[in-house]
């Protein structure tokens, strides 16, 4: 073992020195030397990464990446299976390669910081087949400090129209065998338990249904991204893609043998390909980010990065809130959705105490599900085409009077639309749907796709889907509508060109606690999330429990953190949508809802003080408005104590921070509710000692003197 790491370490240090040559003569001799080249390399802006894009003799592309003297991927293959068309995986000579450097900054209308810088080193290598139908395919690579993307740009060219793709034969060839924080490849859902294991145990398969899912497939052992990695010298990966547009979600398949990943499209029963398209066109960029300390991943920009700045000029109409709403009791079960089952929760009047709850408490949202008629045949219907009404209120709940209500105390509310997955009858009513919201002066949807997909055959991740998902975003557009969708497909940073993609779920989120009969989300699922989902994009978890034990419509399920774990998320969990997921009558009183009521929504600095995957992780963030400070620290079921300083604020500057801490006795499942709240004047020289019980958390708020 020991000998075969120096040995590839050995090979990698010849192969960096090669490399390097091979990057100086790259910049000098583009042109004169592509004829015969088989071999080019770029690096990092600050020369930390290196990409080596090479033909074999055989003329089959690969790459392989170092980071300094290791290699991260190894020599690993690209190319394509199509459809009635030789394949795209060999036969390859180089005609052309392109270098440019790019170095800008942007701004987010919304997010985790206000500026994003956008560093890279870009290589474009031109391929054509060296004979018969003499077809082009490019790749395009974009190195970054902090990771690759690459993508496939199929040009237009006479032998090559409608492109037809069985099979995406990307390689991601591992040098060893990292531990891996894992969730199955299912073709319909990401509400899994992530598994942490070597590459080489990863067994998709063994996690089919788990019972509480209205859909799910995975087909193969593989699994979803992100997927992230820990090498034995503690170099992190990430495996992601980008700018998901017109084409199939990427699951991963597992060589367990060989520890590599090789691209596996989530595909159709209706037709034998996965993607179609016509040329010219792109594919998604694949990703690796790769940092030295794991809180570097969430630093990242990566995602977004890759993604076209946006095409929306005005998003002003959409501003980030805390919301509340008439939700979590129908997961309890205290009403329901369905006004036939005889507790209805959507009325007037319960909307109404939503929204004066909301008023008082410094939350600018209520969402409302179960507000229109269909419900009675939403989950395990198979004739579900033609049930939702995503305009006709049920009769007790008077919606142009909720609207106005809310309106009169500033509270904005936040519009349903659960499509049970039924896409013909929501693509049909979508335009009124909307248009119904844009005369009710409603800016926020929350869709949902649950059940298994009609049309039969598609999955929530195919092209097809995709194609649903992103289309419902585009026309949201028109009607000045933001989205954030449950059950949907990933999220791959599209909400830089399309920032009406706010949130959405696709991950295990919260209502599992009320109702997973496995028990819940474990207490490591989050310090697991935010180094994985989360590094995808904003996720709409919806935190904020405090009645933890779910008494008295629960009995057997419960949340799995203690309440100041549930403070901690409104930080550490991105999203510029945050509910306040709990019924009101558990946080009437409960002196812990200040910390609700203060925290920011929308940042300009975030800065990830520590962390390891699985374990913990503690992140501050600065509100934009204001200058205000909050800090959220989260642990597994593992107490402990973390050291913090407070150099991120201001210098000179006294703040009064306000800590919501876990007592001295708390425990997630013994006691939960166990917190101590203590108010202290700090400045930037302050250092601190989190105090975290197991399954616990610390929320701080910091607000400037
Ligand atoms: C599943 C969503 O995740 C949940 O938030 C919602 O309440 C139900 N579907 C009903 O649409
Ligand atoms: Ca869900």
């Not at 709940?397 to 500033?410: M, T």
């Amino acid at each position: 073992m020991e000998n075969s790491t120096f040995k590839t370490k050995s090979i990698a240090i010849i192969m960096k020195t090669i490399f390097k040559t091979l990057l100086i003569l790259g910049i000098f001799c583009l042109c004169s030397c592509t004829k015969n080249r088989k071999n080019v390399a770029i690096s990092s802006p600050n020369d930390t990464l290196l990409v080596n894009f090479l033909l074999t003799d055989e003329g089959k592309p690969s790459y392989i990446i170092l980071k300094g003297v290791s290699v991260v991927i190894d020599s690993s293959s690209l190319g394509f299976e199509l459809k009635n068309a030789p394949s795209l995986l060999d036969n390859f000579k180089i005609v052309n390669v392109d270098t440019k450097s790019v170095d800008e900054t942007w701004n987010m209308p919304w997010g985790e910081q206000e500026t994003v810088r956008n560093q890279y080193n870009e290589l474009k290598v031109e391929l054509q087949e060296k004979d018969s139908l003499e077809r082009k395919l490019n790749i395009v690579f974009k190195v970054y400090n902090d990771g690759i993307g690459f993508r496939y740009e199929f040009p237009e060219q006479e032998h090559l129209k409608e492109v037809f793709i069985t099979d995406e034969h990307t390689q991601f060839q591992l040098t060893d065998d990292h531990t891996t924080w894992w969730i199955p490849g299912d073709w319909d859902i990401y509400e899994h338990l992530y598994t942490t294991s070597k590459v080489s145990e990863i067994d998709a398969l063994s996690k089919a249904n788990h019972g509480s899912l209205a859909q799910t497939y995975i087909p193969e052992n593989a699994v979803n991204t992100p997927v992230t990695m820990r090498a034995e010298g503690g170099l992190h990966i990430s495996i992601h893609e980008a700018a998901l547009l017109d084409y199939s979600g990427m699951t991963l398949k597992v060589d367990t043998e060989n520890i590599s990943f090789q691209s596996e499209l989530v595909g159709s029963e209706r037709n034998d390909y996965k993607v179609k398209r016509t040329t010219p066109f792109t594919t998604p960029w694949r990703t690796i980010q790769i940092a030295e300390k794991a809180t570097e991943l969430i630093d990242s920009k990566l995602i977004v990065n890759l993604n076209e700045p946006s095409k929306i000029d005005d998003i002003s109409w959409f501003t980030p809130m805390k919301y509340t709403g008439i939700w979590w009791e129908m997961h309890l079960g205290k009403s329901s959705w369905d006004k036939a089952a005889g507790k209805h929760g959507a009325t007037t009047e319960n909307a109404k105490a939503f929204i004066d709850f909301s008023a008082k408490n410094n939350i600018k949202g209520v969402l409302v599900e179960g507000w229109n008629t269909g419900w009675e045949h939403w989950i395990g219907f198979e004739d579900r085409e033609g049930v939702f009404d995503f305009i006709t209120p049920y009769d007790d709940y008077d919606l142009q009077e909720v609207v106005r209500y809310a309106k009169e105390k500033g509270v904005e509310i936040i519009m349903h639309h659960e499509t049970s997955a039924a896409i013909g009858t929501y693509d049909r009513q979508m335009d009124k749907a909307y248009k119904l919201m844009q005369d009710l002066g409603i800016h926020s949807v929350k869709s949902g796709y649950v059940g298994k997909i009609i049309p039969k055959g598609e999955y929530h991740h195919g092209q097809w889907m995709v194609n649903h998902y992103n289309n419902a975003v585009f026309k949201a557009i028109e009607y000045e509508v933001a989205v954030n969708a449950h059950e949907p497909i990933k999220a791959t940073g599209l909400r830089r060109t399309y920032p009406n993609i706010i949130s959405r779920e696709g991950l295990r989120g919260q209502e599992f606690n009320a109702w997973a009969a496995d028990g819940g989300n474990p207490p490591e699922h989050l310090p697991i999330v935010a180094f994985t989902r989360m590094l995808a994009g904003p996720i709409d978890y919806t935190p904020g429990i405090f009645n933890i034990k779910l008494s008295p419509y629960k009995e057997n399920n419960q949340v799995n953190t203690t309440i100041a774990q549930q403070l901690a998320l409104y930080v550490v969990i991105y999203s510029p949508i945050q509910m306040a997921a709990d019924l009101i009558e558990n946080y009437e009183g409960n002196p812990a809802l200040q910390f609700i009521k203060d925290v920011g929504v929308d940042w300009k600095q975030t800065k990830v003080l520590n962390g390891e995957v699985g374990d913990f992780v503690t992140i501050a963030r600065e509100e934009r408005q204001t200058g205000n400070w909050f800090l959220g620290s989260i642990t597994d079921e593992n107490a402990r104590n973390l050291e913090v300083s407070l150099d991120f604020l201001l210098p000179n500057t006294t703040y009064t921070a306000t800590i919501y801490k876990d007592a001295k006795d708390a425990h997630w499942d013994d006691n939960p509710t166990a917190i101590d709240i203590e108010t202290m004047d700090v400045t930037s020289e302050t250092k601190l000692t989190l105090q975290l019980a197991a399954g616990g958390g610390t929320a701080i708020s910091f607000l400037k003197k």
